[in-house]
């Protein structure tokens, strides 16, 4: 199975600040990566496919990037409705799997 | 736009089966493959397995091998996710979620069931 290691674990930054979160796996999954939000009481939420596309509707202060094993996710300007727990996923393989979560909160 | 509709939170006691059902609505039922997700409470997401609409295929992860079944029904555009010998470490909500185009990344999710396993 692919492992997949997500840092930080938490995070406390301002509005308006650049935020990145990390996701790395255990081997290359070619640019197969998923990045969700979720805020609290919800579902997650489709941002990012294929390491760096846009899911339609998502604003564009969101961003990935990344190749091979290392991959990240960039939010330009955190806003206060982007307090929420990130997660990514490969599809590289089955089964599927998730990084552990990096919670991202307002300083 | 899509929709995914889950049955309600469930009780059970260790050794039972639970049901959760997702309905779908707003797009062509039969092609796009759904998967089964859940989340232990504070925890991260766990993917239990994808099923095929169209003719019923599935896979599983090894770990609800044996355990869990996914079914569908074409005619109300549901599918089913059973998992059996429940324990306390299933209490967990449990998500339908709609694979993509690309069908291994999920595009749309289900508000969750809540499923409780106590004594």
């Known amino acids: 199975d692919i492992q997949m290691t997500q840092s930080p674990s938490s995070l406390s930054a301002s509005v308006g600040d650049r935020v990145t979160i990390t996701c790395r796996a255990s081997?290359?999954?070619?640019?197969?990566l998923a990045w969700y939000q979720q805020k609290p009481g919800q579902a997650p939420k489709l941002l990012l496919y294929?390491?760096?596309r846009l899911e339609s509707g998502v604003p564009s202060r969101f961003s990935g990037s990344g190749s091979g094993t290392d991959y990240t996710l960039s939010i330009s300007s955190l806003q206060p409705e982007d307090i929420a727990t990130y997660y990514c996923?490969?599809?590289?393989?089955?089964?599927?799997?998730f990084g552990g979560g990096t919670k991202v909160e307002i300083k | 736009q899509v929709h995914l509709v889950q049955s309600g939170a469930e009780v059970k006691k260790p050794g039972a089966s639970v049901k959760v059902s997702c309905q779908a609505s707003?797009?062509?039922?039969?092609?796009?493959?759904m998967h089964w997700v859940r989340q232990a409470p504070g925890q991260g997401l766990e993917w239990m397995g994808i099923?095929?609409?169209?003719?019923?295929?599935?896979t599983y992860a090894q770990k609800f091998q044996g355990r869990v079944t996914m079914t569908r029904d074409t005619s109300t555009s549901t599918v089913y996710m059973e998992l059996s010998s429940l324990r306390s470490e299933d209490t967990a909500v449990y998500y339908c979620?709609?694979?993509?185009?690309?069908?291994?990344?999920?595009?749309?999710w289900g508000k969750g069931t809540t499923v409780t396993v106590s004594s």
């Open positions: 099923i095929n609409p169209s003719g019923g295929s599935t």
């Open positions: 081997q290359g999954i070619s640019n197969s």
């Open positions: 979620a709609k694979g993509s185009i690309s069908i291994y990344y999920m595009d749309v």
């Open positions: 294929a390491a760096s």
């Open positions: 996923q490969h599809y590289y393989s089955t089964p599927l799997t």
């Open positions: 707003g797009y062509t039922f039969n092609s796009y493959y």
